[in-house]
């Protein structure tokens, strides 16, 4: 998967489409990721104890990986992988740069 946790995405499809956040989570074995701030879900939640209220509790739902893309310059941009030494590293194609 060509996307990390901490990396600055833009989603370029769906409802949250043109918004702008930070990877929280990657979920490599759904093929999605949970970003910061965006997808979110409110769920009901009861009263655990007694004399305690319930509450609206908000959640971040996983957002699919191909609805996403990386940014750079404030523009989306396509990656590939470049062998430098030992390391693979993540590059843009539209500049060449590393990401």
């Not at 998967?1 to 989603?11: Q, W």
């Not at 739902?61 to 609805?67: A, E, G, R």
Request: net charge positive.
């Amino acid at each position: 998967m060509k996307i990390h946790k901490g990396d600055n995405i833009i989603v370029i499809a769906g409802k949250e489409k043109g918004k702008k956040g930070k990877v929280a989570q990657v979920l490599a074995e759904q093929n999605s990721v949970i970003i910061e701030g965006l997808n979110l879900l409110k769920r009901h939640q009861k009263a655990r104890k007694a004399g305690q209220k319930g509450q609206i509790v908000e959640k971040a739902m996983p957002i699919n990986v191909s609805n996403i893309a990386l940014i750079e310059g404030g523009k989306p941009v396509r990656t590939s992988a470049k062998k430098v030494g030992e390391k693979w590293i993540r590059v843009s194609r539209k500049s060449g740069k590393e990401i």
